[in-house]
């Protein structure tokens, strides 16, 4: 299966390092089992682009980028189907640990706690970008800002007419 989003490190120059990917969920790994697990999966609408700089220094690469994606979601106030597009940030460190020498296994410094070991030849972007689509996606997303939903009396759409209501 293809995946996108596998970056060896072999490639990576020091310094800056731009990508642009472009594929479809599955092509950044999502499994369809996954798909059918996490709902914002199958909002999805097209295809997933991401551009990312990584910046190498050392055996330390810094991932900043952007996630774009577009999704069919249901407003939680009034109920209408709408679609919207996503511009998401992405931003991770990961630093490519030494492999066991002398039959030992070396222990995190201090400071690498907060980072994402890569104790391979690749940095996987994939589950980077499914995380951030994830959370991008509101769970009560709204068509609007100023939604005026549903009348509770005559089930009106009130964005869309006028309540007819009996007033008084
Ligand atoms: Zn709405
Ligand atoms: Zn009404």
């Known amino acids: 299966m293809r ?15 731009r990508f642009e990917l472009e594929g479809q969920p599955r092509d950044f790994g999502c499994e369809v089992q ?9 909002k999805l609408l ?13 055996q330390r690469f810094l991932v900043r980028g952007r996630v774009r994606f577009r999704a069919r979601l249901y407003c939680a106030i009034c109920g209408m189907e709408y679609e919207r597009d996503f511009d998401e940030e992405m931003f991770a460190e990961f ?20 980072r994402v070991p890569i ?8 589950a980077l970008v499914r995380d951030t689509i994830h959370l991008a996606i ?19 759409n009130l964005n869309q007419g006028v309540c007819r209501c009996p007033k008084g």
Do not use: H, W
């Not at 996954?34 to 199958?42: G, H, L, Q, R």
């Not at 097209?46 to 050392?58: F, N, P």
């Not at 630093?95 to 907060?114: H, I, K």
């Not at 509101?138 to 009106?156: E, K, L, N, T």
């Open 3 to 17: 995946k996108l989003g596998l970056i060896a490190l072999a490639t990576l120059k020091p310094g800056d390092n």
């Open 34 to 42: 996954e798909v059918k697990e996490n709902p914002s999966f199958e």
């Open 46 to 58: 097209g295809t997933v682009v991401v551009a990312v700089i990584i910046t190498r220094s050392g």
């Open 95 to 114: 630093t490519s640990l030494e492999r066991n020498r002398g039959g030992y296994a070396r222990e995190l410094e201090p400071d690498e706690m907060d």
């Open 119 to 126: 104790d391979a030849d690749f940095i996987d972007l994939s």
């Open 138 to 156: 509101p769970i009560a997303p709204c068509c609007r800002p100023d939604c005026q939903g549903i009348c509770p009396g005559c089930g009106v």
